[in-house]
């Protein structure tokens, strides 16, 4: 079944403390705001709590200072990591190796925040067509040897078709019917998600602005679940 990432946008003390009220949670995601304040500490403490750490930094640099952050991500205990595609290959390809087996990299492609006009006017491009652009950066993440792409519930199953079965395609955007979108633009439900090829559904606010965290992070986690035994859209079964 696709995995259930809780994203961990809160100060530390907020964060464990949120964590105390969900002990089945098994993956978490620290990015920059967390990071930020807290530090590498915070990894390992995860680590050691049995939790598996996405740390979504987002690196985009020189192929060589990228490769130097993933290694200390890897050594620091984080599960999975990202770069952002728009880096390059070459970037990709440095980092993919120094990730070597123990650390999962991701390549960001089109942030969940872009409409087509803000990323056209962000790259200079006018009329891009979101789910091809980010169908071109997955193929280079791929093909440059990560593990998988994070990209937006829209256009998972473009990339499911075109990547194949193994690939990680990491989702953000997850919002029930209910649900602010709040700053994302494009969004689906976990059913949706999941159906369409994801494999790892990162949820943030419909979470974390609960006033019973726990019971919205298993209603998620059992819309994944429902999914996983019916099978993707793919055909194969899901799996995180």
């Given amino acids: 079944m696709a995995e259930v990432i809780i994203a961990l946008d809160l100060p530390g003390e907020d964060a464990r403390r949120l964590l105390d009220r969900i002990p089945e949670a098994g993956w978490v995601k620290v990015g920059s705001v967390l990071f930020a304040s807290e530090g590498p500490g915070l990894v390992r403490e995860f680590a050691r709590r049995g939790l598996k750490v996405f740390l979504d930094l987002k690196w985009h640099d020189i192929p060589n200072t990228v490769a130097g952050a993933v290694a200390s991500a890897r050594d620091l205990g984080a599960t999975m990591a990202t770069v952002h595609a728009l880096g390059g290959w ?9 990730a070597g087996a123990d650390l999962a990299l991701v390549g960001v492609t089109v ?28 193929a280079e993440a791929l093909g440059s040897g990560l593990r998988g792409v994070v990209c937006s519930p829209l256009e998972v199953a473009a990339i499911r078709s075109a990547v ?17 979108a709040g700053d994302q633009a494009r969004t689906a439900t976990p059913t949706q998600a999941v159906l369409a090829g994801a494999t790892h559904l990162v949820v943030g606010r419909p979470v974390l602005e609960a006033a019973d965290p726990r019971a919205v992070f298993f209603e998620m986690s059992e819309a994944a679940a429902l999914v996983g035994k019916a099978g993707r859209r793919d055909g194969g079964s899901a799996f995180g």
């Fill in 164 to 180: 194949g079965p193994d690939a990680w395609l990491v989702v953000p955007g997850i919002r029930r019917p209910a649900d602010a």
């Fill in 111 to 138: 942030l969940t925040s872009h409409t087509p006009e803000s990323y056209g006017r962000a790259v200079g491009r006018p009329g891009v067509v979101l789910p091809e652009e980010a169908g071109r950066l997955a």
């Fill in 90 to 98: 070459t970037m990709m390809e440095a980092a993919a190796r120094a």
